[in-house]
């Protein structure tokens, strides 16, 4: 990771994390006070402000490498503090690694932000347009209208922030927020929190932050007027105080931290792993080791709610009834949690494979459905366009002609940016 050190040698140590699609610049303004009581160590998300570009497809991955970083740097017990995604790492390694966190503050935080469908819609545009249409409506997400008005250089500022990110990083930090969601985990969060929330942020506002001080136990909320998204950018003072007295009076053992060498640099990029349990199995032998019919229908739902997203998925199991429920189930647990699973293929893959078969059956009234899923599993709309001409050579030009009628409707309507 890159991630750079400020304040004394021989002070506890405070992490701060970044939100989605800034730098550690953003923490600029808090820098001065903080170091004076702590070792700042402040770190940069893959792709972004010149970091590494080595996608992190899950939160956990984000807070695994930055564990391996303080690791190796011999640092045992820290604070940490983190805005967004940033928070999201904080609240992973408080779960995870109660026993290394000393105090937590979590800003412009959720449990779970948003849906998991907004932000592979997300994906989607990024892949089909590249980072400048999410890089000009940046400053709308993160500021308020009196302060974007009033501070030209500091939008701008934001805005290119946003233009340097690498995309594929950005695109797995996307993935990464969709896939995050420790609602019913707040509980065993075992530290002091800080929740500390613009008063005007319309991404994870005032609502967010109170479902997270009602499940951490030892949670305190701090809200900040007239501010929106990027608070410690909008309002500095009044963060900095709040940050200053939290980890003032919170910090639990800071006599653990170990001092830390002075020099920014760059530590080895964490290798991810892949868990073997999450392998399905390549035998259709049934076995002891084979999953459970519950499991795989669990694992179904979860791949299958990835690729159609949400709110397909709730519309189909919401029409379900008594008569369909066996179908529904049959669906979830064969398609999605025996087939889409195996790791023979990947999903761009099977996406592929999917649009062939469903041109090749005249059955186009899941077309659509797979034009969205094979946007999510990272074709690109020229990629799609690849495909169905390919199926116009061999299921016939009738079919690909009503193919592209549909495929061209569904990618203007998921890659046009919003207005």
């Not at 105090?103 to 932000?113: G, K, M, T, Y």
């Not at 999953?291 to 998925?313: F, I, N, Q, T, W």
Request: net charge negative; charged share 20%; with cysteine.
């Amino acid at each position: 990771m890159q991630y750079r050190f400020d304040g004394p040698e021989d002070a506890p140590v405070l992490v701060i994390g970044p939100s989605l699609g800034t730098t550690w610049h953003m923490w600029d303004r808090q820098i001065p006070e903080l170091s004076q009581h702590w070792r700042i160590f402040r770190y940069d998300l893959p792709g972004h402000g010149g970091a590494p570009a080595h996608p992190a497809a899950a939160v956990t991955d984000i807070a695994d490498r930055v564990l391996a970083t303080l690791d190796s740097l011999g640092v045992q017990r820290f604070g940490y503090a983190g805005c967004a995604i940033g928070g999201a790492v904080g609240a992973d390694l408080a779960l995870r690694h109660p026993h290394r966190v000393a105090a937590l503050a979590l800003v412009a935080a959720s449990p779970r932000f948003g849906s998991a469908d907004e932000f592979r819609q997300r994906g989607v545009i990024v892949r089909s347009n590249g980072l400048e249409p999410i890089a000009r409506t940046s400053p709308e997400r993160w500021f308020t209208p009196g302060f974007a008005a009033a501070q030209p250089a500091i939008v701008e500022w934001a805005v290119q922030m946003v233009r340097t990110t690498d995309p594929g990083c950005y695109i797995a930090a996307c993935e990464a927020l969709a896939a995050f969601d420790i609602r019913t985990e707040l509980p065993r969060i075992g530290v002091p929190t800080l929740v500390l929330v613009g008063a005007e942020d319309k991404v994870t506002g005032p609502a967010e932050a109170r479902t997270l001080v009602a499940g951490i136990p030892d949670a305190r909320l701090a809200l900040v007027p007239g501010a929106s998204h990027l608070a410690p950018v909008e309002q500095p003072a009044a963060v900095t105080d709040l940050l200053l007295m939290h980890f003032s009076t919170s910090w639990q053992d800071t006599q653990a931290s170990i001092p830390v060498p002075p020099s920014p640099g760059f530590a080895t990029p964490f290798a991810p792993v892949v868990p073997v349990a999450e392998i399905a199995p390549a035998t259709e032998v049934p076995d002891a080791s084979a999953p459970a019919r519950s499991d795989l229908y669990d694992r179904g739902m979860k791949v299958r709610r990835e690729v159609l997203g949400d709110a397909h998925v709730n519309a189909e199991t919401a029409a379900s009834d008594g008569f369909s429920d066996d179908y529904q189930e049959l669906l979830t647990r064969y398609a999605w949690g025996e087939i889409w699973t195996r790791e023979g293929l990947d999903r761009r893959s099977r996406s592929c494979v999917t649009l062939t078969a469903v041109v090749a059956s005249g059955h186009l009234g899941g077309l659509a459905q797979h034009i969205r899923a094979a946007l999510r599993n990272g074709l690109t709309p020229v990629e799609i366009k690849e495909v169905l001409l390919q199926t116009a050579v061999y299921c016939g030009m009738p079919a690909a002609g009503a193919a592209f009628e549909i495929a061209q409707s569904v990618i203007q309507e998921e890659t046009t940016p919003p207005a």
